[in-house]
């Protein structure tokens, strides 16, 4: 409940489970009343972050306390939980060059949080009057529950009481616990002295022998069960010490078994020596195959045939690196799991088989399990007789034998399966090879055959000679000379953060503007394909956080207040699906058109992109997003299907006053809004500047649409009606006289006359022509003011009054 693994779900991340605090308690009372305290060493971690946590956890039971996510963070970590994409954005879990070049961390900082951690923890101890860590273990009779807990309904029946019990006040069979200790004091013989790994050392010591590979030793028939788990571990320890990982020339040891081995057979097993088994292997077989050869098969008096039996565990071959594994039957499931470069042979694999894996090569002879290749990554698997619904397609594709080279591998690697283990099955297929090498399939990973495709090209590019890189016309967008393209086809969305460079909505020029009413912002048109790469490109920026940042508010500041989904319509807008993404829009936004516009973007504030790059650019794709829905004619009115008869008056038709009339007429209610002054939008039409919103293009269109459900009343489908009088003819917003002066909303009404047409205004005019002018304030209002005094009543000049931070010297060359 408190952390998780990083591939989780946030939501699993936070909601599953239980607290470690009750596990360990218990699992410590569990120890201490069977007399086992002593030789069992408790380890706890989960979200633990501070001295308190530390000393918490050590009163509950725990003498070991492991730390990982705060650690991390110290060294840049910023939880993106992205770590098995190789795209960690701050290089911390990556082994891209460009990327790892972003990772800040020193040791130092690690140290001081440990350092600090450790202090905290010691002032706790000295308070409590501690000398000892190991006398603070299973000290719970000094802790108590907050005292506030009584007060809250929710928490005023929890019982701690069981689990702050000390452990030495509890009655045991094992005798009287108070004598039992409280930690482990009692080191465990784990026997590897008689491990059956000795005695092959041992025979084997003349192949240790400082002259590398000049002497061979083969045993035979050596007897093995179950209880012997690991075998091969310490001997492969022996040929890496002294020959490293190079270890011995193949066939140096050659090892024959006979019987069933315990877990882990063969693991970590080193260049050089061949395992060969006659009978069954249990679970982990070749763990961690470092090099070394395989070999199980049935024993030769068995009289079953060996593509029906199981002859190998579970998870065999997890995490191989190199070597080979024949298997003469079937192996378990999670067969060659996280397989990083072994080949592996079997007559048959269970469910999860090629699981994660990430390279090596995999021969199926036989039947196969469910979910198939799952998280396959790398490398490439050849199946008999593959059934496609049992193979987990999302990641790999599956082609038909048709490469060479394909077509060589597979069939020596048969031959030699054949050979080693005896396999029926596998001479079978060998006396009719072309007509078995079309029963065959080739699980070939996606991104695996992407990346092979790519360093073909990047050969034959590097083999080819070099002329001057000339950027094609219409393919690519340049920020600079020499930047990052902000606009290519088809972007990659795995790095695209990396890769592409910002633009957001551009600016028209100060030039164009400066005699002018319209909007700041540079019409864009999304008939275009340039247009469509644009936006595809930049929300390929987005990295998809597993914990994102911008679609909630935060406690330290940012995030979208309306809780867009942002992440969800971003990866909809890259592939191209923009009537889904304008429905997830919609889910949460009433009118995108305003905040797309308006909005100070307090979500590209908190993306984690932002930390060392230009933030994505959220607010661009959302306007484009409803802009694109409105030209499409996908925004219609949506009166409801029937009504509950309530009638609701709204004061007031600013966002709010709208986005809540449409909400309620959508659940059914008859709506009515009053707006005091002569033109409704309420903040939208007098208190933005048209230079930051437009008001015929964006607010009318959507105030039109919402009278268009009144006209629809008179069909039975109800009334939503935004009232054209004024309520109230006081002064209106922003509007203040002083002086026969003007300041403020007298000329927004009458710009707004003179943009929507009106025949007659009924605002004064006042004369400033060849005047100075004197602006009070740098809000949107003054803003307003001076535009007018400069493009429609042309003052002389314009002095403007504002607290803010001195001007830059120079225009902002971009956003």
């Known amino acids: 409940m408190s952390g998780g693994t990083g591939a989780a779900k946030w939501g699993s991340i936070k909601h599953c489970g239980l607290p470690w605090e009750i596990g360990l308690a218990e699992t410590h009372q569990t120890l201490v009343l069977n007399g086992l305290r002593n030789r069992v060493t408790l380890q706890t971690d989960g979200q633990v972050r501070t001295g308190r946590d530390v000393v918490i956890a050590a009163m509950l039971g725990a003498e070991e306390i492991a730390m990982t996510t705060a650690p991390l963070i110290t060294l840049g970590c910023i939880m993106m939980r992205k770590c098995h994409l190789n795209t960690c954005p701050v290089g911390v879990a990556t082994q891209d060059p460009e990327l790892r070049a972003k990772f800040t961390g020193q040791p130092e900082h690690l140290i001081n949080f440990l350092f600090m951690v450790a202090e905290e923890a010691r002032e706790i101890m000295a308070s409590l009057g501690i000398k000892k860590f190991n006398d603070l273990i ?6 108590r529950p907050k005292g506030y807990l009584k007060d809250n309904p929710k928490t005023a029946d929890l019982d701690f009481a069981d689990l702050l019990k000390p452990a030495w006040t509890m009655e045991s069979m094992m005798g009287n616990s108070a004598d039992n200790p409280m930690f482990c004091c009692e080191p465990q013989d784990h026997e590897l002295a008689h ?21 061979q030793v083969r045993l035979k028939s050596v007897p093995i069960n179950n209880v012997d788990r690991s075998v091969g571990g310490i001997l492969s320890f022996e040929v890496s010490k002294k020959f490293g990982a190079e270890g011995l020339p193949e066939g140096s040891l050659h090892i024959g078994f006979l019987g069933s081995s315990g877990q882990s057979f063969g693991n970590f097993l080193a260049p050089g020596i061949t395992f060969e088994l006659e009978g ?13 050869t395989i070999i199980v098969y049935k024993p030769k008096q068995a009289d079953y045939d060996s593509k029906e039996a199981i002859i190998a565990g579970n998870a065999a071959l997890y995490g191989a690196t190199s070597g080979k594994a024949f298997f003469g039957g079937i192996a378990a499931e999670r067969f060659a799991v996280r397989n990083s470069g072994a080949t592996a042979v079997c007559e048959g694999v269970g469910d999860h088989g090629c699981e994660y894996m990430t390279r090596g090569t995999v021969v199926v002879l036989g039947q196969m399990g469910q979910n198939f290749a799952a998280g396959m990554s790398g490398g490439v698997a050849f199946v008999l007789d593959l059934q496609e619904k049992l193979c987990n397609v999302g990641g790999v594709h599956l082609e038909k034998m048709e490469e060479e080279e394909d077509k ?28 078995a090498l079309k029963r065959f399939t080739k699980v070939f990973p996606k991104e695996y055959k992407k990346a092979l495709l790519a360093m073909k090209e990047k050969e034959k590019a590097s083999a080819a000679p070099k002329e001057p890189l000339r950027p094609k016309s219409g393919t690519m967008d340049v920020e600079e000379a020499g930047g990052r393209p902000t606009r290519v086809q088809n972007p990659d969305k795995k790095k695209g953060f990396h890769e592409y460079e910002r633009k957001a909505m551009p600016y028209r020029d100060h030039k164009d503007r400066h005699m002018d009413w319209e909007e700041v912002y540079a019409s864009q048109s999304s008939k275009s394909q340039q247009w469509h790469n644009w936006m595809q490109t930049q929300t390929a920026r987005c990295m998809d956080c597993g914990t994102p940042t911008c679609h909630s508010p935060n406690q330290g500041g940012g995030g979208c207040p309306l809780g867009n989904r942002i992440p969800t319509w971003n990866q909809l807008v890259h592939e191209g699906e923009w009537k889904r993404a304008l429905e997830r829009l919609l889910d949460t936004n009433n009118f995108p058109e305003f905040t797309g516009t308006t ?5 590209e504030e908190a993306c984690v992109l932002g930390i060392n790059e230009k933030p994505v650019a959220i607010k661009t794709t959302e306007l484009a997003i409803i802009e694109y829905g409105f030209s499409k004619g996908w925004i219609k009115p949506q009166p409801p299907r029937s009504r509950t008869g309530r009638r609701v008056c709204i004061i007031g038709s600013g966002p709010a006053g709208l986005a809540a009339a449409q909400q309620l007429n959508r659940v059914g209610h008859l709506v009515e809004v009053i707006e005091r002054a002569d033109r409704a939008g309420g903040l939208l039409m007098y208190g933005i500047p048209s230079m930051k919103l437009d008001k015929i293009e964006k607010v009318m269109r959507r105030i ?47 710009n707004l006359d003179t943009a929507m047409g009106a025949p007659k205004s009924d605002v004064p005019s006042w004369d400033v ?13 003054a803003v307003d003011c001076v535009g007018t005094a400069i493009r429609g009543l042309g003052a002389k000049s314009v002095l403007q009054f504002s607290r803010r931070d001195e001007a830059p010297a120079g225009r902002s060359t971009g956003r």
């Open 599 to 603: 909005c100070p973007a307090p979500c």
């Open 769 to 781: 022509q060849d005047k100075r002018v004197i602006v009070i304030g740098g809000g949107d209002t």
């Open 138 to 143: 299973g000290r719970t009779d000094l802790l």
């Open 704 to 750: 039109k649409q919402s009278l268009q459900s009144e006209r629809r009343s008179h069909s039975g489908h109800g009334r939503h009606h935004v009232a054209r009088h004024a309520l109230d003819r006081r002064t209106a917003p922003g509007e203040h006289r002083a002086g026969g002066r003007f300041v403020g909303g007298a000329t927004q009404r009458k």
């Open 280 to 292: 069954d292997a249990n679970d982990y077989i070749g763990k961690g195959l470092s090099g070394g």
């Open 195 to 215: 491990a059956l790994d000795q005695s092959l050392v041992s025979r084997c010591s003349n192949a240790l022998t400082e002259a590398r590979g000049e002497n």
């Open 408 to 435: 060589t591998l597979l069939k020596s690697l048969v031959s030699e399966h054949a050979k080693l283990t005896g396999s029926k099955v596998a001479e079978e297929l060998l006396k009719k090879w072309p007509d």
